[in-house]
Structures are given as structure tokens and as C-alpha cells.
């Protein structure tokens, strides 16, 4: 089965750039979203299509994809960041998430 | 606006059954596949079902298959998800949410329990 892989956790100080990976076999070839779930709340939806966000997230959210590696980067990160950040592809018929990544905003 | 509301969670014992439902509001029901996702204490997400638009279609994580199925009502535009021979690594918070390639809309939650 596919699998897609993050760091457990990521620390960025505020205003500085969060950068979270996800690797899985030919991910480029692959749509990417990026979900961000705050304790104790549903997941939220902040990029889809690699790169594309919806319209109420802010702009510092950006995504890529290349390779077999997929990235979501927060520019200017705030302390209302902090948060798990999960990567998720489509193979195959199936949903497949990655393991999840803990930013922390220190 | 969009809202799912997912109900039927609780306490059932191992190798029991539930049944959980997801109410949909704020959008055309028939016009979206969605899925079922879960999330066990502390642990990350887990996709577990998804469902086409027609209800034609529809899969399952290798965790749950075999032993749940997934349906929909247009009429009550509500998605089922069937719980079948429930055991302990089943207890998560189950989500219930829009689409499938991509999971636009999440609901809260409804936190099903497997313990004797």
C-alpha cells in the first residue's frame, strides 16, 4: 500500500518560515492536500491541487510538489499556527494521509 | 453554509455493531462523493471509507473491510458508515467529510468506543 512519510515535528520561531515535508514513491505525479488540526478541533483544509488554497486560508499557506516530495510552507508563521499538519494523496481509489507533523511556534 | 453532522457514536462492546450517520446541509448532497475518516486518541488520521456521488462506487480501507459498508440517502442527504465485529483498535473519533480526492469539509466527530 502507498505511503506517505513527514517529520513528527517542526519548530519555527514566529515570523520566520515553517517548511514541513511529505515523501511517498513519485508523490509529484500525484494531487497533495494539506490539512491543519488544531487540539481538540476538526481538520481544516489549507491546500489542495499541490498549491492551491481555499479561499478563507491566509496567504502566507503555500504548497509544491516535485519529485517525491511534496512541501507546505508557512511564510511569516504566527503563533495561531501551531498546530498538526498532515499531507494526504490519492491512490489507487484510497485516501492516504501521512503521519502528521507538530508544529510548534516557539 | 456547509455543515456535516455526523451521530450514532457511543460505547459498544467487542465484536459489536453501529451504525454511525453524517447529515449534510448547506450544498447539493447528490452532487459530492464523501468519506469517512478516523482518528484514534492521540494518533493521526486514518481514512476508512469513501462513497461516490451515485453511491455506485464505494471503498474501504484494508483496517475495515469486510466488515463495514458504506451507503447513502439522497433523500435525507445522509452517508452511512456500518461498523461490523467491532474491535478494541476501532475506538477513534470517526469524521465524517465532503468529497473524496480532496476533503473540502469536515464535520465534528462522533467518538465510538470499543470496550467490555
Known amino acids: 500500500s502507498y505511503e506517505l512519510t513527514q517529520p513528527p515535528s517542526v519548530s519555527v520561531s514566529p515570523g520566520q518560515t515553517a517548511t514541513i515535508t511529505c515523501s511517498g514513491d513519485?508523490?509529484?505525479?500525484?494531487?497533495v492536500c494539506w490539512y491543519q488540526q488544531k487540539p481538540g478541533h476538526s481538520p481544516v483544509l489549507v491546500i489542495f491541487?499541490?498549491?492551491r488554497r481555499p479561499s478563507e486560508i491566509p496567504e502566507r499557506f503555500s504548497g509544491s510538489n516535485s519529485g517525491s516530495t511534496a512541501t507546505l510552507t508557512i511564510s511569516g508563521t504566527q503563533a495561531m499556527d501551531e498546530a498538526d499538519y498532515y499531507c494526504?494523496?490519492?491512490?489507487?481509489?484510497?485516501?492516504?494521509f501521512g503521519g502528521g507533523t507538530k508544529v510548534t511556534v516557539l | 453554509e456547509v455543515q456535516l453532522v455526523e451521530s450514532g457514536g457511543g460505547l459498544v462492546q467487542p465484536g459489536g455493531s453501529l451504525r454511525l450517520s453524517c447529515a449534510a446541509f448547506?450544498?447539493?448532497?447528490?452532487?459530492?462523493?464523501m468519506t469517512w475518516v478516523r482518528q484514534a486518541p492521540g494518533r493521526g488520521l486514518e481514512w476508512v471509507s469513501s462513497?461516490?456521488?451515485?453511491?455506485?462506487?464505494?471503498y474501504f480501507a484494508d483496517s475495515v473491510k469486510g466488515r463495514s459498508s458504506i451507503s447513502r440517502d439522497s433523500s435525507k442527504n445522509t452517508v452511512y458508515l456500518q461498523l461490523n465485529s467491532l474491535r478494541a483498535d476501532d475506538t477513534a473519533l470517526y469524521y465524517c467529510?465532503?468529497?473524496?480526492?480532496?476533503?473540502?469539509?469536515w464535520g465534528q466527530g462522533a467518538l465510538v468506543t470499543v470496550s467490555s
Open positions: 467529510a465532503r468529497e473524496w480526492q480532496q476533503l473540502t469539509y
Open positions: 448547506g450544498f447539493t448532497f447528490s452532487n459530492y462523493a
Open positions: 462513497i461516490s456521488r451515485t453511491g455506485v462506487r464505494t
Open positions: 513519485q508523490l509529484g505525479e500525484k494531487y
Open positions: 491541487q499541490n498549491n
Open positions: 494526504q494523496a490519492w491512490d489507487s481509489s484510497t485516501v492516504v
